[in-house]
Structure formats: structure tokens, C-alpha cells
């Protein structure tokens, strides 16, 4: 599976954002796509993920109710809307992949962490002025 993940740029507080990610591969088919970031001299953190048929989605807590993950199946691509942005979302967005359903990921996830995922994309930088 391969991600590329753009949309990442410069937005003051309280403005929108809109990160997309596009996975290609032969592995692709079946896969729960999930978005983290990562704040400098801190962890990767997670952001939001959702099943491979779009209808279950799962939302960190720092971000619930301002973000929202969906998925266009016809372009293979899952876009991350972030909504009334905080300086404190400032961070390297990556997106990611693995072969499990969300919900086992997501169990994964709480036991052995982010580094629980597969597939890694390179990261697109969020900045949110203050």
C-alpha cells in the first residue's frame, strides 16, 4: 500500500483546513485508513480513522467535534476536514494504513500503540497561527 497525504499549509486559529490522502497499491483493497500527527518534541498522536466502507469511523479525543474523516472510494483517497483549528493543532499529519478492520485496529492500537499500523505515508505539515 502507498499513501500520499497533501493539504497541509498555513491557517490562522480558528480557520479550516483539508488534508487528503491518496492510497494506491496492489495490497490497497480492504484496508482502514487512519490520519496522526505529530507535534514537535512530542509523540505521534492519534487523529481519526474509518473502515475501509466508510460507514464507521472512529475520532481522537483532542479533536472530536472539530474534524471529520471520510473517504471518496472512487478516488481511493480519505480527506481529513479539520475545522475551528487551535495553535495546539500544529503538527506533521501522516496518514496511515493496515489490513485490519477498525475496530481491531483500533484495539491493537490501545495495546501497542500507533506503531500498531502498517502503512506509513510521508507527513504534510499543519501550521495554525495564533
Known amino acids: 500500500v502507498q499513501l500520499q497525504a497533501s493539504g497541509g499549509g498555513l491557517v490562522r486559529a480558528g480557520g479550516s483546513l483539508r488534508l487528503s490522502c491518496a492510497a494506491s497499491g496492489r495490497t490497497f483493497s480492504g484496508v482502514t485508513l487512519g490520519w496522526f500527527r505529530q507535534a514537535p518534541g512530542k509523540g505521534r498522536e492519534f487523529v481519526a480513522a474509518i473502515s475501509w466502507s466508510g460507514h464507521s469511523t472512529s475520532n481522537g479525543e483532542s479533536v472530536k467535534g472539530r474534524f471529520n474523516i471520510s473517504k471518496d472510494i472512487a478516488k481511493n483517497t480519505v480527506v481529513l476536514q479539520m475545522n475551528s483549528l487551535k495553535p495546539e493543532d500544529t503538527a506533521v499529519y501522516y496518514c496511515?494504513?493496515?489490513?485490519?478492520?477498525?475496530?481491531?485496529?483500533?484495539?491493537?492500537?490501545?495495546?501497542?500503540?500507533?506503531?500498531?499500523?502498517?502503512?506509513w505515508g510521508q507527513g504534510t505539515l499543519v501550521t495554525v497561527s495564533s
Open positions: 496511515a494504513a493496515d489490513h485490519l478492520g477498525l475496530t481491531y485496529i483500533m484495539s491493537k492500537m490501545s495495546r501497542v500503540g500507533t506503531r500498531g499500523w502498517s502503512y
